[in-house]
């Protein structure tokens, strides 16, 4: 058995992954590159520019896939979902501004 060659990897060989994974992947290599840049630094692998300007940008790769992923759970928002991820008005699901007990002095609002 020969070992892949990297170097050529398609990275849609295998259709693609979630973006859940996509984060967990991320936030792994965050935590590798976190680990061993000061080290790489105190030995010349990597200046400190480098190494905080590549974390830097990795921080910011994972804030904007922790985006699409809210955005991904918005637009799929269903029957099934919680009412605040869909964009549908209280009025519009059929509800009142009417709060239980509002008009009750022996109910507390607490």
Do not use: C
Request: glycine residues 10%; proline residues 4%; aromatic residues 8%.
């Amino acid at each position: 058995m020969t070992r892949a060659n990297f170097s050529t990897y398609n990275g849609t060989a295998n259709g693609g992954r979630s973006i859940e994974e996509a984060i967990a992947e991320v936030t792994r290599e965050l935590d590798v590159r976190k680990r061993l840049y000061d080290k790489w630094v105190g030995e010349n692998r990597i200046s400190w520019v480098d190494a905080n300007d590549r974390l830097e940008r990795l921080i910011s790769a994972l804030r904007y896939l922790v985006i699409a992923e809210s955005e991904l759970v918005k637009s799929s928002a269903g029957p099934g979902q919680p009412p605040w991820l869909d964009e549908t008005s209280r009025a519009e699901r059929g509800g009142t501004d009417y709060l239980a007990g509002s008009g009750n002095h022996k109910v507390s609002p607490f």
